[in-house]
């Protein structure tokens, strides 16, 4: 199992541009996430989606949008880009919470972005 | 969400133990413990959960307070390779905060050879 992936790896974008951080996971998990990481600090939940066709909103969900058309894929929009978007951003996954709660949840490697 | 508090930093020797304490002092009864870390320039890995009783695996072990409001993550012989900023997080298991993972700001583990 290739486990979770994210591309692109790093990437650059200008005040306004629009892009797609993508993530898959090959072990057919039903809850897929998306964090940002900001210097010095932890973890801050965007948007997750407890299996396909359903998304929910996290902690920091403005300026960005999440769509689950399949089990394996949960790409992250930015509509249009800030300097406050500037950040690290993490994919996970894990297996439906309902089936185990104690679910280990599965982090991909992370796509840093910076906003000019 | 219940929240956890941990100290910012800590630091050990090579090959001694360590043990990472969090209070979690407004766990409610169907939360989960979990712990995670982070090396540098990755992504957080899990490293062990647990609900009442103490857990051990083959990463770390992990003691709960009889009451709950408390917990420790212990590594047995630390390594340089255990260099990393340590989450204790609580995992809901319902209600509006359904599956998700609350990162506080960990505990930055130092290893000295």
């Known amino acids: 199992n290739a486990g979770v992936t994210q591309t692109p790896k790093f990437q650059v974008l200008k005040t306004g541009q629009s892009m797609t951080l993508q993530c898959a996971q090959d072990m057919n998990h039903e809850y897929m996430s998306w964090y940002r990481q900001d210097p010095g600090m932890g973890l801050r939940l965007i948007h997750y989606?407890?299996?396909?066709?359903?998304?929910d909103q996290g902690e920091v969900p403005n300026g960005y949008n999440v769509s689950r058309s399949t089990t394996e894929d949960f790409p992250l929009r930015l509509l249009s880009a800030a300097p406050s978007q500037t950040s690290v951003y993490f994919c996970?996954?894990?297996?439906?919470?309902?089936?185990?709660?104690?679910?280990?949840?599965?982090f991909g490697p992370g796509t840093r972005l910076t906003v000019l | 969400d219940a929240k956890t508090t941990q100290p910012n930093s800590m630091e050990s020797n090579e090959e001694e133990p360590v043990h990472l304490p969090c209070n979690h002092s407004t766990i409610s009864g169907t939360d989960y413990i979990h712990w995670y870390r982070q090396l540098p320039s990755q992504g957080p890995e899990y490293v062990i959960h647990g609900l009442t009783s103490n857990v051990n695996n083959r990463m770390a072990s992990l003691a709960i307070a009889e009451d709950r409001k408390s917990s420790t993550l212990i590594l047995h012989r630390a390594t340089l390779r255990d260099a990393a900023v340590y989450y204790c997080?609580?995992?809901?298991?319902?209600?509006?905060?359904?599956?998700?993972?609350?990162f506080g700001q960990g505990t930055i583990l130092t290893v000295h050879p």
């Open positions: 997080i609580l995992r809901a298991a319902g209600g509006t905060s359904y599956g998700k993972l609350t």
């Open positions: 989606s407890v299996g396909a066709g359903i998304t």
């Open positions: 996970a996954s894990s297996r439906a919470v309902r089936l185990a709660l104690a679910n280990e949840q599965f």
